[in-house]
C-alpha cells in the first residue's frame, strides 16, 4: 500500500532473498526525533527499526526475528562532515555490514555527527491550490560550505538545521538554536537562485 511504499523509501528498504541481503539507506530528516517502523518481512521472518535523534547523535535499533545468517548492509545518508558509528557501544570507524549470528538479535548502532546541514521548507499547504512556498534543489554539502538552487516567488524563507554557524551569498540570515532561516526576494513569477554558503 501507499504507507509501505512510503516508509520502505524513505529506510532505502531493500531484500535479496536468494542471496540472504538486507539493505537499509535511510535518509530520514535531521529535524524528525524518532521513527519506530515495526514487522518489516523479509522471507520467513521480520525485522523492527527505531531512530531516535539526541543532538549530534543518530540512534538506530534493529530487532531481527527469524534472520539468522542474513547479511545486513546498513548505509544512512546523512548531510554531515563528520560521522563516527558505534555498534552495540563499540566504535568502529569503517563498519558497513554485519551478519545476523542469532535467530532472535538486537542491534543498536549510533553515529555521532557534525559538520551537518539540512535544508528544508516549511510547508503552509492550503487544500485545492498549489504550494506557493519555494523548492529546493541541488544541494551540495563541502566541508566549509554548502550549495542549492532555490526556485521561489516574491519573500520566501527556506530553513537550514545545522551545528555551524551560516552565511549566504544572499538574502538575509536569521537563528535560535540550530535553526536557521533564510529570507530571499524572488520575482513575483518563479524565479531560481543559486545560493552559496559558508560554515563557520
Known sequence: NTISAFVEGLLGFKIDALKK????KPCIPLIWEYLNVYNLRIGKGKMSVRFERKKKSFIYTFNFKGLKGYTFKFKPEIPANSKIFSVNGIRDKSFDYLIVKKDKEKVKISIDIAGFVYPFVEKNLIYGEFSKEPIIENFKLG???FYLDIWGKGKSIVSFYS?????????????KDNLYKLEL???????????????K
Open 185 to 199: 526576494k524572488f520575482k513575483n513569477n518563479w524565479e531560481r537562485k543559486s545560493i552559496y554558503c559558508r560554515l
Open 143 to 145: 566541508k566549509a560550505k
Open 21 to 24: 541481503n538486507i539493505y537499509l
Open 163 to 175: 551545528d555551524c554557524d551560516i552565511e549566504c551569498n544572499e538574502g538575509k540570515v536569521s537563528k
